[in-house]
């Protein structure tokens, strides 16, 4: 199922979001230190243009799981580069075991599997809210707009020589009487 830009952009917004904010929280544990503002600004903004090229329909839990291990990928180096930035470049950045060490690589693995179960739970709500409002709103639209029908025949008054006529509606009804004929 594909989307209209409105809910496309909330989408986008809240995957972003999710992901940037679970990384940054994350590095930060991790790390010791904090993300710099243009970091998160930069790493924000990169999320946010390939959260859009995903959120153009409803995607699978490996898709996005994908995606999340791409995007906490790039996060990870956005951070640590914005970080070595904002020190003047010493510190963690060059320090290789410091910034891609174990635990900040599972760190990063974690956020990227919480925020992909996160993101499909509610996308699939978000698909499964939309097909049930359509289904329900189905009844009501052809309720009121009905489809032109083919006008009934006008009908002749019955009179004494003239049979009543056939009710429209049975026109085409067989009628069976009686117990079905057993076979001999």
């Known amino acids: 199922m594909t989307e209209r830009t409105p809910l496309r952009a909330v989408r986008t917004g809240v995957s972003a979001s999710v992901c940037v904010a679970v990384s940054a929280c994350?590095?930060?544990l991790s790390s010791g230190h904090e993300v710099p503002f243009g970091g998160l600004l930069a790493g924000a903004l990169l999320i946010l243009a390939s959260a859009w090229a995903l959120t153009?329909?409803?995607?699978?839990?490996g898709t996005i799981t994908g995606w999340m291990l791409w995007g906490q990928l790039a996060l990870h180096t956005v951070f640590t580069?914005?970080?070595?930035?904002?020190?003047?470049g010493h510190g963690t950045?060059?320090?290789?075991?410091?910034?891609?060490?174990?635990?900040?690589?599972a760190a990063h693995a974690v956020a990227a599997a919480v925020?992909?179960?996160w993101l499909r739970r509610g996308e699939a709500a978000v698909f499964d809210h939309l097909r049930l409002a359509a289904a329900a709103l189905l009844p009501l639209v052809l309720?009121?707009?009905r489809l032109p029908c083919r006008p009934l025949p006008p009908q002749r008054p019955a009179g004494p020589l003239l049979?009543?006529?056939a009710a429209p509606l049975l026109r085409h009804s067989l009628v069976l009487?009686?117990?079905p004929l057993s076979p001999r």
């Open 26 to 28: 994350g590095h930060t």
């Open 56 to 61: 153009g329909r409803e995607r699978g839990l």
């Open 81 to 88: 580069a914005a970080s070595a930035a904002g020190h003047g």
């Open 93 to 105: 950045a060059l320090d290789p075991g410091a910034s891609a060490g174990a635990d900040m690589l």
């Open 115 to 117: 925020c992909a179960w």
């Open 143 to 145: 309720a009121v707009v």
């Open 163 to 165: 049979p009543a006529p």
């Open 177 to 179: 009487r009686g117990p």
